[in-house]
């Protein structure tokens, strides 16, 4: 209420005028109110008691909700494919999602390479596999179904029933350690895809059995083993020793659909002389490379990286990187961070981070959904005493992720790129990364066929 305005009983009747007046003994001011009959002086002290009590309260509720939110509650910053690389698409709604399948179908891809290599893929997050309930997703050119058996390992199956083709995953009934069809309820066992019982039938055929694919559950993911040629693992994603003592907590995860080729994330990493032009502007200023593709030196990102395949012939397949990074504001420096970064295969990233504050990892996956769509999941793991640190690290993280999903989305893969000399990590990196192809390795024509219906 201001001062000097009139003041309303409930019959909405004037009853008196606000006033400033001056309590010198306590150096403060403070509010007075003139020709008030005691009733009405009762109602607005009581008001305004209660006012002020609202006041703290919505106060107190406010800072618990900020220390939920921000330190207690991991971050989920999921965004659709629409919602990200495409912001320079105008429009809203369906006439939006239309100008975005159009720029989707005019988009030249380029010569892309096979579009599954071969290696471990995450397909689910460990608290996504609920008891007794299978998972059915769709990966690699495949529909798979994902579930935890009786002793709490978990399978992998392809989803089709043999017998009349049934996805299990859908409707399917989790018994000891095998799926149950929900069609004629025969029953197929995780850990070798035979049938086991056929309720109708007192003999079991020795041949009934699905598709089993070998799994792993690491760091609070499940991978399945991809190989087009049906080999056996060579290696697996290592166990980060903290997410599995607890020592760090889950803080949150982004999750990005992208128009890509899977190649073209991880070389990322590789490709250094991107940081210093992508990601140069501060987060502050947002994703949209379109609108924001000018230097902004007074608060910006700078960044030095190396890209090396490993030396060990052990372990060929990881790909070595890494990163430091300064903020700066007017030229000081504000924060730092060195990131050791390690590329296990073609769909898993472990980066470790080494902050002012102290050490954070941070897991990235990506799992090919169709040929040209990369599901990408980024998983932070700190120190509860890091938690709100984490949680801005997320934010930065995604938007700086966006700026790439924007030029991957647009892009055309070359095959022979046009590179000079400094630009060698990204010639090692692709001849690293061909090791993942194989003689029988998917192409998009022939996916593509498949996916046609
Ligand atoms: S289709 Fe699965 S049991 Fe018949
Ligand atoms: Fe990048």
Request: proline residues 5%; hydrophobic residues 35%; glycine residues 6%.
């Amino acid at each position: 209420m201001k001062i000097g305005s009139e003041i309303f009983t409930e019959s909405s009747a004037p009853v008196g005028k606000w006033k400033k007046s001056c309590d010198s003994a306590k150096g403060k001011y403070r509010l007075q109110t003139m020709e008030v009959n005691t009733h009405d002086w009762y109602t607005i002290t009581t008001a305004s008691l209660g006012s002020a009590a609202t006041l703290k309260y919505l106060t107190i509720a406010g800072v618990i909700y900020l220390i939920v939110k921000y330190l207690v509650i991991p971050l989920d910053w999921t965004k659709e494919m629409d919602e990200s690389g495409y912001s320079n698409v105008p429009g809203t709604g369906y006439r939006r999602l239309n100008q975005i399948d159009k720029v989707r179908r005019n988009r030249k891809i380029g010569d892309i390479p096979p579009v599954y290599p071969n290696g471990w893929f995450m397909l689910a997050e460990s608290h996504q596999i609920k008891k007794n309930t299978p998972l059915q997703v769709t990966a690699l050119g495949e529909n798979f179904a994902l579930f935890r058996g009786a002793d709490g390992q978990c399978h992998i199956l392809h989803a089709y029933c043999p017998h009349l083709g049934a996805n299990m995953a859908i409707g399917g009934r989790i018994v000891g350690d095998c799926i149950e069809c929900p069609f004629h309820k025969w029953q197929f066992n995780g850990y070798d895809g035979k049938c086991t019982h056929i309720p109708y039938s007192d003999k079991v055929p020795k041949f009934a059995e699905v598709k089993r694919y070998r799994s792993l559950e690491v760091n609070d993911m499940i991978f399945v083993w991809y190989h087009a040629e049906d080999e056996e693992p060579t290696w697996v994603p290592d166990e980060i020793p903290e997410i599995a003592s607890g020592k760090y907590f889950y803080r949150g995860r982004n999750e990005f659909k992208i128009n890509a080729h899977i190649q073209e994330i991880p070389e990322n990493g590789s490709d250094v002389w991107h940081f210093n032009a992508l990601h140069s502007t501060s987060v502050i200023f947002g994703s949209d490379i379109a609108a924001n593709n000018s230097d902004k030196k007074f608060f910006n990102h700078e960044w030095e990286s190396t890209w090396e395949p490993s030396t060990d012939p052990a372990m060929r397949h990881i790909g070595v990187s890494k990163l430091l990074h300064h903020v700066k504001v007017f030229g000081f420096v504000l924060g730092k961070l060195d990131i050791d970064i390690r590329q296990m295969g073609p769909g898993y990233v472990e980066l470790k981070f080494w902050t002012p504050l102290g050490r954070m990892v941070i897991t990235q996956t990506v799992t090919p959904i169709e040929p040209m769509i990369q599901k990408v999941v980024h998983r932070v793991y700190a120190p509860w005493t890091m938690a709100l640190y984490a949680t801005l690290m997320i934010i930065g993280e995604s938007i700086m992720v966006e700026r790439d999903i924007m030029v991957w989305n647009n892009k055309k893969y070359l095959e022979r790129p046009l590179l000079v000399k400094e630009d060698k990590a990204l010639a090692k990196y692709r001849r690293w990364f061909s090791q993942f192809y194989s003689e029988h390795s998917p192409t998009y024509s022939t996916t593509k066929k498949s996916l046609e219906w």
